[in-house]
């Protein structure tokens, strides 16, 4: 039996779409409140079950037969006030997992994050021998995904079968205007900003692949970098725009400009109790530049990965 953890997220439920479609049965982890997506709804060879990753008595039931698992659930956010709640989930959840697998002989991957990567050494890309130097000022969000990760290779270290990947930006049909789909709406409402960074972006139908081929693989104790390719934000933004038939954003967003907005955001946040749509951590992330290597899970899979030109044409057609 196979296990997903985050059955109901963007990425899970894509993994779980990929995973039935080839006839495996699949028993996936949903919250109590959770809706189930459309493109797995009424699936009959899904056995869902209410769990949370940080109550094991849940857990220890859903184990049951279970002999690969897909760690995909986590808690996302870049607002500091929530690094109580990501580290519970993110590092906490992560390691009530690993247990599991360990106690239960099970093959575990677990879905870890770019923000988990170290620094590239200059004029290199970012690649999966870089590993993160802990910094106090880094963002809880990163700071939660290390630690998750570093959960996984204590397992490892004392024998369980498993592997991490890595993927960058996440886009995708399904995801609609939340998480990563943001981007789009905010474009596509005529956003007039671009910023001067950079990252890499990857398609949620080829982050599937990938993992699927690497589970199924002998490989254990390794970590992949899951990437299409680099794009910066201005000529992502334009991309986007093109294919919404809206005007590009035409000016540049300077970092005092971001420092600005972020810090009137929080203040405004105060009195609307409105998320701010900008934080102190997006705003130092849109004027980074980040490269990534993608060599290695190109080697072990042979997986082509889909064009973000491609990714950014179906999505914006799907959401027109």
């Known amino acids: 039996m196979i296990l997903v953890t985050g059955g109901t997220g963007f990425l899970g439920s894509e993994l779980i779409k990929q995973l039935t479609d ?3 049965s699949i028993r996936a982890l949903k ?9 797995i709804l009424g699936n009959p060879l899904i056995e869902w079950v209410v769990a949370d990753i940080n109550e094991l008595a849940d857990l220890e039931d859903a ?7 897909y760690h995909c659930a986590a808690f996302v956010s870049l607002n500091s006030k929530h690094k109580k709640q990501l580290f519970h989930v993110n590092i906490d959840g992560t390691s009530n997992i690993v247990n599991l697998c360990a106690e239960n002989n099970c093959r575990l991957l677990h879905v870890s994050s ?11 890309k970012i690649s999966e021998k870089d590993f ?11 700071l939660s ?6 959960e996984v290779w204590r397992g490892i270290n004392e024998g369980l079968n498993a592997i991490i990947v890595n993927p960058s930006v996440i886009i995708g049909k399904s995801a609609g205007f939340e998480g990563s789909g943001a981007i789009f709406k905010l474009v596509k409402n ?3 900003f671009y910023t001067d960074g950079a990252s890499g972006f990857v398609d949620v139908e080829d982050v599937v692949k990938a993992m699927i081929s690497l589970m199924e693989s002998e490989v254990s104790g390794e970590r992949y970098i899951l ?4 794009v910066h934000y201005k000529d992502l933004f334009t991309e986007i725009a093109l294919g919404f038939d809206v005007k590009p954003p035409v000016k540049e967003a300077k970092s005092w400009m971001l420092g600005l907005a972020w810090r009137a955001l929080k203040f405004a946040s105060l009195f609307t109790r409105n998320e701010p749509s900008i934080t102190k951590d997006t705003a130092k992330s849109s004027v980074t530049l980040s490269y990534y290597n993608n060599n290695k899970v190109i080697e072990q899979t042979g997986i082509v990965f889909k064009p973000i030109a491609q990714s950014i044409q179906e999505i914006t057609q799907h959401l027109k």
């Open 63 to 69: 184990f049951e037969d279970v002999t690969k698992v």
């Open 114 to 124: 770019i923000a988990a990567l170290g620094i590239a050494k200059k004029g290199h």
């Open 145 to 150: 995904k290390y630690e998750g990760e570093m």
């Open 31 to 39: 919250r109590e409140n959770s809706k189930i997506p459309s493109i």
């Open 227 to 230: 990437s299409s390719e680099d």
């Open 22 to 24: 080839k006839g495996l």
């Open 132 to 142: 993160w130097e802990y910094d106090s000022k880094a963002h809880a969000y990163g």
């Open 190 to 192: 005529g956003f007039p």
